[in-house]
């Protein structure tokens, strides 16, 4: 089992103005982090593939993704919180997705 925290970040590869504005908060971010994490950057294709109501990340029971970017704190097999497509360029939102443990 995975004992440290580790976070899935869900990117379009087209160019997609929240993921222009989330990528750089989010490196900072964990940067400045003390605490031991992985991130996982996972893309889902480009904007038809994305679009495509049955795209496996949409699909899948352990996310469901809606938008991107995601960002998602997983911990031993389970997801601990997330933050979606509109709020995953926040930092205080950030902070406390990363401190909660």
Do not use: C
Not at 48 to 71: A, C, E, M, Y
Not at 95 to 101: F, R
């Amino acid at each position: 089992m995975v004992s440290t925290p580790n976070l899935y970040y869900n990117l379009d590869m087209y160019e997609f103005m929240g993921n222009l504005r989330a990528e750089p908060v989010i490196y900072k971010k964990l940067e400045a982090s003390s605490d031991d994490i992985t991130l996982l950057r996972a893309d889902v294709g480009d904007r038809p593939t994305w679009r495509n109501p049955q795209h496996p990340w949409r699909l899948d029971s352990r996310f469901k993704l809606t938008g991107v970017p995601t960002l998602v704190s997983w911990e031993n097999d389970a997801i601990k919180g997330r933050l979606e497509d509109y709020e995953a360029h926040l930092e205080h939102k950030i902070n406390a997705l990363v401190s909660s443990k």
